[in-house]
């Protein structure tokens, strides 16, 4: 089973950019298809973006065109690069890993987006 740690959070200004990194130990990383999720204060905690384990992604709405997810195999890394940030972007953002009906979820990395 992985696990996953995120990192790259923290406080950027409007119309910046981040990267967030999730990286996974364990066995069989490559199989896993890896989402982002993230939870703005006092709300629920929403889908951001996939890749599977084919390389396809997909995208919320809300941040298409701005987000973009990609994975290195090799070094059991997936990214967020997160840009033209907005303050509604402010969130903890979590990264999760899929295989058949098992999830597991990383510990978060908190976001915030303001002057």
């Known amino acids: 089973q992985l696990q996953l740690v995120e990192s790259g959070g923290g406080l950027v200004q409007p119309g910046g950019s981040l990267r967030l990194s999730c990286a996974a130990s364990g066995r069989d990383f490559r199989l896993y298809a890896m989402d982002w999720y993230r939870q703005p204060p006092g709300k629920e905690r929403e889908w951001v973006a996939r890749?599977?384990?084919?390389?396809?992604?997909n995208y919320a709405d809300s941040v298409k065109g701005g987000f973009t997810i990609s994975s290195d195999n090799a070094k059991n890394t997936v990214y967020l690069q997160m840009n033209s940030l907005k303050p509604e972007d402010t969130a903890d953002y979590y990264c999760?890993?899929?295989?058949?009906?098992?999830?597991?979820w990383g510990q978060g990395t908190q976001v915030t987006v303001s002057s």
């Open positions: 999760s890993a899929t295989l058949n009906s098992l999830r597991i």
């Open positions: 890749i599977t384990s084919g390389a396809n992604t």
